[in-house]
């Protein structure tokens, strides 16, 4: 229209922000030049939102976490509780591009000195998780290009160590009795099991108590296990699922890792104590029945008393409150894990064999967390390093007598009356030895060398008369020996 002032300006146009499509229309702009500033400073914040400068923490680490789609449950929920309790509060109001190492330190300085949910200082275990999901986050930000670095990479966590079971020797029992300290993870003895073992032969869970212990089965593959993956005529079971919690939410899926779906043997006992289970089970859905209660059959072989599959949970409170009441050393539940392992190592089973029976993926974690060294196996260690040693020592003197002995010149015999002997003893037998005659080609070797060990050897057909050459005398010849001269 032609007149003046009518209508107004506009600007349309489209970005990809992270691979999500925004469009914008926006109007009301007075002139063209006005809508086409309007439109550069949009294009300008979009651009900066695809960099650093326009990412809070907060809002990245949201994205992250919409955007892991592919992990379990469970670490989920424990990505999320670090995000949402302790990583938003001190770290979501910085921009992405104001994260360095030096701040991070000093936040994590901050967050060391606050307490847990329970009152209590934060562990080096869970500085270290927190650690881990930031690292993880930005990860995820390099690969976008929003930033260079991960600053996450120099993050450090005074105290925490990796996690070695240690065994309940009879020291540190009474240490533990005495002072209330305990390892963060322990191992009981094969004497210390059995006590437990034989004090809770009655429980409802006696088999899952004997199968964790002795096989190293998880928590969620004991609470996951059904009839059906159990062959006790064959004495064996397959583990094909995990039921574990992620908070007060029951999840099941597959194993843990791929290397987790596998085959476990049973020795005869322990197929006695799944027959003996599988009775007392079958007998509780018989009363139940008879008493007109519900019972449903899941298949599960660790069931309640109406037959649903246990809580895993309940599991891990059901033993705390068994072994004190044994009055043992404490332990945890994901222990008798590390137990077994030490206890099939001791019987003779090698890395290799744990890692199978274990379900690890890598035989590096076997070897370094989940095979402790009892007692019994280093004295039997420290036994044989020394008959190893004590017996090179024997071989060695041995050797040194045997060449001594062949070095040792032979006795020359004694001459003169001969040795008196004891009245009783028989008078030892005198040999005399016939003498050869001079010329005899076979004529020993004297025992001792003369005196002139310079004068040449002649040969039989040289010996007889001396002969006497121009620069001896007749007086030369009858010399007494070892007064004759010398002849080189």
Known sequence: MGERGHGTWYFHCSTNLLGRPERARRSGYPSQAAARRARDEWLTTTEADRTAQGWTVERWLRYWLNNRTKIRPTTRFHYTRDVDNVLIPHLGHYRLADLDARLLRTVFAQIAATTNSKSRPQSPSAM?????????????????????????????????????????????????????????????????????????????????????????????????????????????????????????????????????????????????????????????????????????????????????????NYATTRFRTLVQRAGLPPVRLHDLRHGAASLAHQAGADLKTLQDLLGHSSIVTTADTYTSVLPEVQQRCADATAHLVLAAARRTRKKIKNKARKNRPTPRPKTGAPTPTSPGAAPKRQVRTVGREKNSPTELAPTSHPRDTHRPRRTDKQRGLTAITAVQTPFDLVRPKGLEPLTF
């Open 128 to 312: 270290q998780h927190l650690r881990t999901t930031l690292r993880a986050a930005l990860n995820l930000a390099v690969r976008e290009g929003l930033i260079e670095c991960n600053p996450g990479r120099h993050i450090e966590v005074s105290g925490y160590q990796q996690p070695h079971a240690k065994v309940w020797t009879e020291a540190r029992v009474a240490q533990w009795e005495r002072t209330g300290d305990r390892p963060a993870v322990a191992v009981w003895t094969a004497d210390q099991l059995a006590d437990f073992l034989s004090g809770v032969t009655d429980d409802s869970l006696f088999a899952f108590w004997w199968l964790t212990a002795l096989r190293g089965l998880r928590r969620g593959e004991m609470c996951g296990l059904r009839w059906t993956d159990v062959d006790l005529d064959q004495g064996v079971l397959t583990i094909e699922r995990n039921r574990t919690t992620a908070g007060y939410t029951i999840v099941e899926g597959d194993p843990k890792t791929p290397a987790g779906r596998r085959a476990v043997a049973l020795d005869k006992r322990t197929v006695q104590v799944l027959r003996a289970h599988r009775r007392r089970q079958l007998d509780q859905r018989s009363e139940a029945a008879a008493d007109g209660k519900a019972w449903t059959d899941t298949g599960y072989v660790f069931v309640r008393a109406d037959g649903l599959p246990i809580n895993p």
